[in-house]
């Protein structure tokens, strides 16, 4: 196993939504053509000459796509990022993403040149249709803004003086992946000086695909390469076939460095896992290829990386290569929405902070552009349920500001007209029907985001979407918690089944505290009001629910922990929910049957409960089933079930088999929130709250959490007389220790508890 440190400091190239330099982008001023060249799953090379002729103050190129682009200047690719301009829904809107590229201009002859492949719009995406689901062909539009220093002004946008010619990218799609053929290479093209008299007129959107409704700036993090994996080992277990292990799952593409001869085509086959014999493991991938393909031109070392496509893998299976490739041959570059990293944790045991490591490398590699379910198969998609019960954590990993603020319009834009939140964002023609746990994104993302960083921008813009939906889930009959309730359960539990109907009854109740909170802290007093008394009616249908003839009906782990961690109970009730949870750990031997809805739920239940030394066996569990037990295994991110690959068993069902899922890594909200202790006092951590478990399970544990206010630390000890707990804090905190609780100013400070 290799470990790779992320940079944890502001991000090099943030993202705008104001263009660069104040320059604002929005559909009323977008005046450039759509264009492509022939049709074809390729990437055509489009190109623009024009001239400078006077000295430039500053020049600003935005791109955008109906599918996936990438923006040269002069021989030279324009900024840094990948696979912009994102995903979304295109019928609605699509981004536009700014570049300064006033130093890549020069006097004289300047060439803007330009390649478009299907990416979402136009191939595969997802496992419910055919390829094309947005339309049929990519389309590029671009502008390039010139100030000159004398204060006039001119811009270069796509249109039908444009010329494309096919190139060597013969075939890129973001779940088969990308060929590419070197020898159809033209060398030159982008730069001053070429020929293009050979080269055609492009084609101009004109009827045949719908243009967006609206053309904006990008708002969230772009894509870019965080990081590099060099090969760890290389095995030939068949003759001509070499698998790479890069000794970590990853999101991203290859570099591939040859020295072959021309007409050599070397096939490269992505995997998270190997075969019995040692050759990569795909059967998990269902439809989706994940092999890139290179055709060498001869000559000398060649390098060569995919620009269209991105896979889920840890292992790269070579075929085609003449002789014994060496390690260089094959490095994994890491592409991930450029977010800054906010969070680090360690504790005594090296096998929870390897399960650390694990969460964070699945949250790496699901968020590219919009938070995904996984990067590898043929789905890759936005679900909404997988998105709400990983957000708590996300939030402590990174600051995911402007991703969530782009995925809300994804979200918002999916929405169905009688308010109902959709499985999916963006939208992919399954608009669900409020699914318990997964509909609620809409609510508790929000409600989230407002807490941890204190901004109610991230609520006020869709409140009356939020009221909406709220009118739809507390209707009788509603699909949601009626009767007749339909969604997706505790999805993956094990062997543990709890009522649809209950799950929805405990988040319609959860709802409505946070829609309580936050009409109150937006000044809407009569929707606070109408949201309490909503809360309180939902409390007791849940109650009605859960129990029968005044004993607990639905005793299943997630079940109580819905009830506990999200304070549906009180007196005599709860201590029946604490009871009956307690009994269900001892009946599974302290082991969780919870699935993607209880395991967030399961250690704050536990917790809050008092018995925090439960929640702490939980995480150090190691028998199947547990988070330890993937571990011990060889994961290195997190399973999407909890029998992905079983001793007994080997791999587990093909049809639904993920080895890059974070929703069971949902427990990180609990490591950092109680065992390391870190909690908001009051949103956006103007005040602290430090609770944590001390446990004789663990010699110390130390985190930090670099917060809108600054950083949070926290470390604690176990010594003969109890414990000691050091905090670091910006800001006033409210430390709980067993002798009570201790406020306390900005700064350092140093704790004892004796036992």
Known sequence: MIDVEMDRGVMAHPASTSGVDGHDVGSHGWNADWIRKGWSSGAPLLRKGFSIEKPVRQAVLRGSALGVYELRLNGEKAGDTFLQPGWTDYRKRVYVFPVDVTAQLRDGENVLGGLVAP?????????????????????????????????????????????????????????????????????????????????????????????????????????????????????????????????????????????????????????????????????????????????????????????????????????????????????GLVWMSDLKETASFECSNPKVNRLFK????????????????????????????????????????????????????????????????????????????????????????????????????????????????????????????????????????????????????????????????????????????????????????????????????????????????????????LDQAQACLLQCLEKHNGYLTTGFVGTGYLCPALTKAGRCDLAVQLLLNEAYPSWLYEVNNGATTIWERWNSWTEEAGFGDVGMNSFNHYAFGAVCEWMFGSLAGIQPGSPGFQTVKIAPCFTDRLDFVKASYDSIQGRVAVEWRKTLEGFELDLETPVPAEVWLKSGVKTVGKGVHHFKEIK
Not at 202 to 228: F, Q, S
């Open 119 to 331: 990416g979402w719009y136009a191939g595969y995406c997802g496992p419910f249709g055919d390829k094309g689901y947005y339309g049929h062909d990519s389309w590029l539009s671009v502008e390039l803004a010139i100030e000159y220093a004398d204060g006039t002004s001119e811009t270069i946008r796509s249109d039908s003086s444009w010329k494309g010619m096919p190139g060597p990218i013969l075939s890129a799609d973001l779940l088969m992946g990308e060929t590419y053929d070197a020898r159809k290479e033209i060398p030159g093209w982008d730069m001053p000086g070429f020929n293009d008299a050979g080269w055609r007129p492009v084609r101009v959107l004109d009827g045949e695909e719908t243009a967006p409704g609206k053309i904006e700036p990008y708002p969230g993090n772009p894509v870019r390469c965080i990081a590099e994996l060099p090969a760890q080992s290389v095995a030939e277990p068949k003759p001509g076939v070499h698998v790479f292990n890069l000794g970590q799952n990853m999101v991203g593409v290859v570099r591939l460095k040859v020295d072959v001869p021309a007409g050599t085509e070397i096939v490269l086959k992505h995997g998270e896992m190997l075969n019995a014999d040692g050759t990569v493991y795909t059967e998990n991938l269902r439809s989706a290829k994940a092999i890139d393909r290179y055709i060498a031109k001869g000559g000398g070392e060649e390098t060569w990386q995919p620009r269209f496509t991105f896979h889920g893998f840890q292992y790269v299976e070579v075929s085609g290569f003449p002789g014994n490739p060496s390690l260089e041959t094959v490095t």
């Open 358 to 573: 694990n969460i964070q490398w699945g949250f790496r590699g699901n968020y590219i552009d919009i938070p995904t379910d996984c990067p590898q198969r043929d789905e890759r998609l936005g679900w909404t349920g997988d998105t709400q019960m990983f957000i708590r954590s996300a939030s402590y990993l990174t600051d995911i500001r402007p991703f969530y603020k782009k995925w809300l319009v994804d979200l918002h834009d999916a929405q169905r007209e009688d308010g109902g939140y959709p499985d999916m964002a963006p939208f992919m023609g399954r608009m669900g029907s409020a699914s318990a746990a997964w509909g609620d994104a809409g609510i508790i993302c929000p409600h989230v985001l407002w807490q941890a960083y204190g901004d109610l921008d991230f609520v006020r813009p869709w409140w009356a979407h939020m009221k909406k939906y709220m009118e739809l889930i507390c209707t009788d009959g509603n699909r949601h918690n009626g009767p007749d309730a339909v969604s997706y359960g505790d999805w993956l539990h094990f062997n543990s089944i709890t009522p649809t109907r209950l799950i929805g009854l405990a988040y319609r109740a959860y709802d409505a505290r946070l829609m309580t909170e936050m009409a109150a802290a937006l000044g809407e007093t009569d929707d606070a009001l109408l949201f309490a008394k909503e809360a309180q009616q939902s409390r007791a249908l849940f109650r009605d629910a859960f129990f029968k003839d005044g004993e607990v009906a639905v005793k299943t782990q997630t079940a109580c922990a819905l009830a506990i961690a999200m304070e549906l109970l009180s007196g005599a009730d």
